[in-house]
């Protein structure tokens, strides 16, 4: 089983920053994928920032509205992400939900895991 905690939502003014992180914990072989997603209400579920690993080691990339604003980095020592947001938007409220691709398994099937969400609301 694979938790994933997160951590860092709340409140801020425009223009201010939040700090989002999220850990993840269980049965993982291999982590081939973590990054951040966010719903506002009545939209769909979009990519704010993803670290993908590969052979020439980890690549970010992001969504063209926070490219700039956003950093999203790695914790090498455990398959952890943080989200850094800088000059915050109202236009940047929602939920904040963090995603895993991960193997339980050498050779194992790949699974999309998800976390359960933290709101972020930027509002004066």
């Known amino acids: 089983q694979v938790q994933l905690v997160e951590s860092g939502g709340g409140l801020v003014q425009p223009g201010g920053s939040l700090r989002l992180s999220c850990e993840a914990s269980?049965?993982?072989?291999?982590?081939?994928?973590m990054g951040w997603y966010r719903q506002a209400p009545g939209k769909e579920r979009e990519l704010v920032a993803g670290i993908t690993n590969g052979p020439s080691g980890s690549k970010p990339n992001y969504s063209d509205s926070v490219k700039g604003r956003f950093t999203i980095s790695r914790d090498g020592t455990k398959n952890a992400v943080v989200l850094q947001m800088n000059s915050l938007k109202p236009e940047d409220t929602a939920v904040y939900y963090c995603n895993l691709v991960f193997q339980e398994r050498f050779r194992g099937d790949w699974n999309d895991y998800w976390g359960q969400g933290t709101q972020v609301t930027v509002s004066s």
């Open positions: 269980g049965r993982i072989f291999s982590v081939s994928r």
